[in-house]
């Protein structure tokens, strides 16, 4: 829906963005609608604005780009639809944490691109998604990729963007994250994980292995006795990696225990704090990520 000059007068862009996704979700009856952008270096991906969320989590997932429903779209510039999760992206489930917080079951993802020609990439994602399972039909999609170039036209008119780098191949993009590898092994043995924040998967493999170091000795030291865990990965409010060990159960857990790897806890500038409220046990600590991926570029 494009609206008149005497209406665009009245409101503000984010308000006319807010409308656009309004009368989608209603038209659509879609039960999730939200906008990812991209950052400035055009590297990673956040959740800016959502219709129908269940929660605020949204605004703390980072997704990079090529990875998952955002990252793929905006890689490739093509709609990209799930009918069932998990089950068409088991192999690649913790990079879709949208659907994992919004508890997504089918979704269809398009482009947000510029109409001016300065401008060559997305300015972002388009998702619309349904809790349970929805097999969205061809105008369907027509119709949500209309309300991306309503968005595009809104976002052009906004202010003008500082110019972006190109997209940067990195030259290890095809080799597995150390890290991700170490949350889908958590999975398969009944750990539940969530990926919320992937610019972690972008650090080096030997700061990945020290995470991973870290979160494996929580995991097997409590292991025998659990009854339930979790690992979560989020960005906080200060733009840090805040990673999560939750459990039910299990040996007492301490300082003590993390003496071995101290050295790693020091390395990575790690805040530590652990948790015991009767039989549930927390240990939390946060990584600086911004300042570690910035440590490669001047450490390489």
């Known amino acids: 829906m494009i609206l008149t000059r005497e209406d665009d007068q009245s409101l503000t862009i984010q308000q006319q963005i807010q409308q656009e996704l309004q009368q989608l979700k209603s038209e659509l009856a879609l ?33 990079r780009m090529g990875r998952g429903m955002a990252g793929k779209v905006m890689q490739t510039k093509l709609p990209h639809i799930v009918t069932s999760y998990p089950e068409e992206v088991r192999d690649e489930m913790l990079e879709y944490p949208i659907f994992l917080v919004e508890a997504i079951r089918s979704a269809v993802g398009v482009s947000v691109d510029s ?22 039909r061809e105008q369907e999609i027509a ?16 202010v003008v963007l500082e110019p972006v780098r190109e997209l940067e191949q990195a030259e290890h993009t095809h080799l597995k994250s150390p890290l991700l590898q170490l949350l889908r092994e ?19 493999h030997t700061r990945q292995q020290q995470i991973g170091e870290i979160l494996d000795l929580l995991v097997h030291h409590s292991m025998r006795s659990i009854h339930q865990a979790g690992v979560t990965m989020e960005q906080d409010e200060s733009g840090h990696t805040r990673i ?29 704090e652990i948790t015991v409220e009767a039989e549930r046990q927390s240990v939390r600590f946060t990584i600086p990520t911004r300042l570690l991926l910035d440590e490669q570029i001047w450490n390489p």
């Open 143 to 158: 119709r949500v990729e209309q309300s991306a170039a309503v968005l595009a036209v809104l976002y052009d008119s906004a």
């Open 186 to 204: 958590f999975r398969a043995e009944g750990i539940t994980c969530e990926l919320l924040d992937q610019r972690i998967t972008r650090l080096s």
């Open 31 to 63: 039960d999730f609608v939200a906008v990812a952008l991209a950052d400035a270096n055009y590297r990673d991906i956040y959740w800016k604005i959502a219709l129908g969320a269940k929660s605020e989590r949204y605004r703390k997932i980072t997704v």
């Open 115 to 136: 109409k001016r020609p300065e401008q060559k990439q997305s300015y972002g994602v388009l998702l619309v998604g349904q809790r349970q399972e929805r097999v969205f």
């Open 244 to 272: 999560e060990f939750q459990c039910v159960g299990g040996e007492p857990l301490s300082q003590d225990l993390f003496n071995p790897v101290n050295d790693l806890l020091i390395s990575l500038k790690c805040d530590l």
